[in-house]
């Protein structure tokens, strides 16, 4: 039987080992009975014995569980030869949560038209429980922030994105898997690789930054507004990822992460209103071309590229730098998940106006050939 990563303790496990259970037979309820008569175990697991005569029954629905974390997987994800990871990570009070929120609403209303695709968030249970009460509810029905994510290690989420053709046929499909790190699970090195094992199989990493954080830009609006407290997050947490990465795959300090990484700013919104830091037309209010023309266009990304780099001035060149250096493809990026800055808890006028969001995604799926990027 083929083999699976599993998402939830990043082993790669037999399908043979894995626990299954099916619609009938259920403990306790005797009107659903299997025409084979299998008997399940007090759990309502299938005896190994029956389990590959169990997966091609054609009556019954199945659900299989990782041995170790025992966590339902869906099974779309064990059809897949392609699944995408995608590890998001945010240096303190960075809006991560809300990033993650307004993100995975967004490539279900936004992404799925102009680029021919079909976004469920239905695949598994427990993700789709987690993101519409820990998200979803907070953001589109209170219109408030999302609560800050604690220290423990929370449930990824998993969710399928299909690709089709000009005749509505499945092409391509990409499995999603969306990890939710606190900023503080980087902290403590005994807990480091525990709460942080999926990096170094992930096929994309977003660092989310502070733009209030730059020395440049914290320069000309200290007199303006209430700035964040000073920390070196951003530098600290790109260290650790490269120990983690270098570490758990041996590569040595000779050799590129060949993982792409975006350098994601939030919270852009906050420099709306600041000619002197922000340029009235700057590219990072609109919405990018990606959405309106259903590709990645190249000189889009180059511009929000470049705008970004000016807007952080010498700040790059020193130990930034030299940690991004580590890696073989790198880019950055400027959004505003809220579209203003909340008053308290709440969202401004209590309706979200994001800016940018899916951008950094877009540029992952393009960079892993999920979908297609032309230089104009």
């Not at 009070?93 to 809300?98: D, Q, V």
């Not at 852009?268 to 209010?285: C, F, G, P, Q, T």
Request: hydrophobic residues 35%.
């Amino acid at each position: 039987m083929p083999k699976f990563n599993c998402p939830y303790c990043y082993g790669v496990h037999d399908l043979r080992a894995c626990g299954l259970k099916c619609s009938y037979n259920v403990p306790g309820k005797k009107d659903v009975k299997c025409y084979t008569n299998v008997e399940k175990d007090a759990r309502g697991f299938i005896p190994d014995k029956d389990k590959e005569r169990c997966m091609r029954c054609t009556e019954a629905m199945k659900t299989m569980y990782c041995p170790v974390a025992n966590k339902e997987i869906p099974l779309e994800l064990l059809e897949l030869r392609n699944s995408m990871s995608i590890a998001l990570i945010g240096a303190k009070a960075t809006g991560k949560s809300n990033y993650i929120g307004v993100l995975i609403n967004e490539i279900k209303k936004k992404m799925v038209g102009p680029f021919n695709c079909i976004f469920s968030t239905n695949t598994s249970e427990e993700s789709k429980f987690f993101y519409e009460s820990h998200y979803y509810r907070p953001l589109y029905e209170k219109g408030e922030v999302v609560p800050a994510t604690s220290q423990e290690i929370i449930p990824p989420m998993i969710f399928p994105l299909r690709f089709l053709d000009k005749k509505k046929r499945i092409k391509n499909t990409a499995m999603l898997t969306f990890y939710d790190t606190a900023g503080e699970n980087f902290d403590d090195k005994d807990d480091i690789l525990i709460k942080n094992r999926y990096l170094p199989n992930a096929n994309g990493i977003i660092l989310l930054l502070d733009p209030l954080q730059v020395p440049a830009i914290r320069e000309k609006l200290k007199t303006r507004m209430t700035l964040p407290a000073q920390n070196t997050d951003a530098v600290d947490l790109l260290s650790r990822i490269v120990t983690i990465v270098r570490n758990v795959k041996n590569i040595n300090s000779k050799k590129k992460i060949n993982i792409p990484i975006a350098l994601v700013f939030t919270k852009i919104d906050a420099l709306y209103d600041h000619n002197d830091v922000m340029r009235e037309d700057s590219i990072l209010k609109e919405e990018s071309q990606h959405l309106q023309r259903g590709v990645f266009v190249g000189r889009e990304f180059q511009a929000v590229d470049k705008e970004i780099k000016d807007l952080l001035e010498n700040w790059v060149g020193a130990e930034l730098e030299q940690h991004l250096n580590n890696f073989s493809n790198y880019a950055f990026f400027g959004l505003s998940s809220l579209g203003g800055v909340p008053v308290g808890n709440k969202i401004p006028g209590g309706k979200i106006q994001s800016k940018r969001v899916l951008d950094p995604v877009l540029w992952l799926l393009a960079e892993n050939k999920y979908i297609t990027k032309v230089k104009e």
